[in-house]
């Protein structure tokens, strides 16, 4: 072992420092991969994730790179989170608590990691929104008509129109309308009323940010092929039945019920310092943690108010501040709709963070961000 070990060390000190350099950003950006991929109810995937984000620092301070906080606007409501969740772990059940501080912390390595990285951590996302949209494809014509998350799990699309999303908007390709042009007819596809919202945020936001040019008639020409041949053989009407029913007989919806339910919870039940965290959906509280389909009450109810006001604090703000005006519109959008952005996809707000503070390239889809505002 000592052996392999002399011999992998004598071979890295060989390698020039620019590509020592690109070490940290391919541990995290695997590490990135890894959490976006995962099915719901595979744990393997996520954890290995985690390790990977956290073992990017690492080797990032054995290069000599400086690891820092960043703007105080961005840190400080990240910190203040941390700090909440550390004190529920002194006042409270210690295993508990010790679960508690351990995944914050992850998430806090991610914010951190955003930084040292940039961009480059970004480099897998391409490919996952190319290879998830295949399989999409292949799912709508197997089964037209139904909704599918495609490869990464059939049963919630919610959770592959994310990845979708916010691949498309991340990723580190040059063309990125070319990557649109495939991730938005998959999008559609999967019959994600969620997944539309979103993506009419994302676009309202690029009208006011002048984000346009000719290349826009390539993902806008996909999706309307995609969209008129669903509608003409009548697969729209069975692909969003669901959003159909919700909006048109409210008073008979299980879903609708569920989450007004779980609103009214988070609201009238929560306590100083939150009733415990939950980022996992495994260690539920005395209510059906799957109900509360909304971050800010969702972290009200596990975390308490000032929790809750940390963590939207810094989402508004780094919409505001930073040039990834796109990606935190698009948490915030999913964060009202769905709880992805505090459970099963949770380091990706703080990784954007992270990012966001240290990069000028921003996230514009056509343009360049000296020909936008």
């Known amino acids: 072992m000592t052996t392999y070990y002399l011999k992998a060390k004598e071979w890295f000190d060989k390698q020039p420092q620019a590509e020592k350099d690109k070490l940290p950003a391919l541990l995290a950006g695997v590490g990135l991969a890894l959490i976006l991929s995962q099915s719901i109810g595979v744990t393997g995937r996520p954890v290995a994730g985690y390790v990977l984000i956290a073992l990017s620092l690492v080797v ?3 290069l000599g790179k400086k690891i820092t906080l960043g703007p105080k606007y961005m840190w400080i409501p990240l910190v203040v989170i941390m700090g909440v969740v550390l ?21 806090f390595a991610g914010y951190l990691a955003g930084r040292v990285c940039g961009r480059q ?14 399989f999409i494809y292949i799912d709508a014509i197997l089964r037209p008509g139904m909704t599918t998350g495609g490869i990464m799990d059939p049963r919630n699309y919610n959770l592959s129109v994310a ?52 290349r826009l008639w390539l993902p806008a020409g996909a999706l309307s092929i995609v969209f008129l041949a ?17 909006l048109t007989d409210t008073t008979e919806s299980s ?45 009200l109810y596990e ?18 501040k930073t040039k990834y005006k796109y990606a935190f519109a698009a948490i915030l959008a999913f964060s009202l709709v769905d709880h992805l952005m505090w459970t099963w996809l949770a380091p990706v707000p703080w990784i954007i963070a992270g990012v966001a503070t240290v990069d000028r390239e921003g996230d514009l889809l056509f343009r360049k961000e000296k020909e936008a505002i």
């Open 60 to 62: 990032a301070l054995l």
């Open 87 to 107: 004190l529920r772990g002194i006042l409270y059940d210690v295993s508990v608590g010790t679960f508690e501080i351990g995944f914050i912390s992850l998430m």
């Open 121 to 134: 951590l970004f480099f897998l996302l391409p490919i996952i929104v190319i290879t998830l949209s295949f």
């Open 163 to 214: 990845v979708l999303i916010f691949g498309t908007i991340l990723t580190t390709w040059k063309r990125k309308w070319i990557v649109m042009a495939i991730a938005l007819p998959a999008i559609f596809l999967t019959g994600a009323s969620e997944g539309i919202l979103v993506v009419a945020v994302i676009a309202i936001l690029a009208l006011m940010r002048k984000d346009w040019s000719h």
């Open 230 to 246: 669903t509608f003409y053989t009548g697969m729209t009407d069975t692909l969003y039945a669901r959003a159909h029913s919700i």
């Open 255 to 299: 879903a609708v019920t569920e989450r007004i339910d779980g609103y009214k919870l988070a609201l009238t039940d929560f306590r100083f310092l939150g009733h415990g965290y939950n980022p996992t959906l495994t260690q539920a509280p005395n209510y059906d943690v799957r109900s509360i389909h909304n971050v800010p009450l969702r972290a």
């Open 303 to 320: 975390l308490g108010p000032i929790v809750a006001l940390a963590w939207c604090y810094a989402m508004l703000v780094g919409c505001i």
